[in-house]
């Protein structure tokens, strides 16, 4: 059972949004903090965004204002809405626990030309 399946990426032109989804197994979602990483050419993966199981959240500081995290508990889903997006917000997206400890699923490509 593959664990993690991001969804929502796509061509977006500086200034867009774009909502992207994340579905995890029940066993998983209901016991750990969840997180959005991404990963731009050539520079390591980071962690932009995190959520506790109860709803509290936290952002990287290049993120915040623009982004908003959630999850839908009962639905085994979490969300990444990412508004006013910039061409520095190109890259693979991913979700993972808060650790990153979770096996890495194929991300979602998100594209802001520049």
């Known amino acids: 059972q593959v664990p993690l399946v991001e969804s929502g990426g796509g061509l977006v032109q500086a200034g867009g949004s774009l909502r992207l989804s994340c579905a995890a197994s029940?066993?998983?979602?209901?016991?750990?903090?969840m997180g959005w990483y991404r990963q731009a050419p050539g520079k390591q993966r980071e962690l932009v965004a995190h959520?506790?199981?109860?709803?509290?959240?936290n952002y990287a500081d290049s993120v915040r204002g623009r982004f908003t995290i959630s999850r839908d508990n009962a639905k085994n889903t979490m969300y990444l809405q990412m508004n006013s997006l910039k061409p520095e917000d190109t890259a693979v997206y991913y979700c993972?626990?808060?650790?990153?400890?979770?096996?890495w699923g194929q991300g979602t490509q998100v594209t802001v030309p520049s």
């Open positions: 993972n626990n808060r650790l990153g400890g979770l096996p």
């Open positions: 029940g066993s998983i979602f209901s016991f750990n903090i």
């Open positions: 959520i506790t199981v109860g709803g509290s959240t």
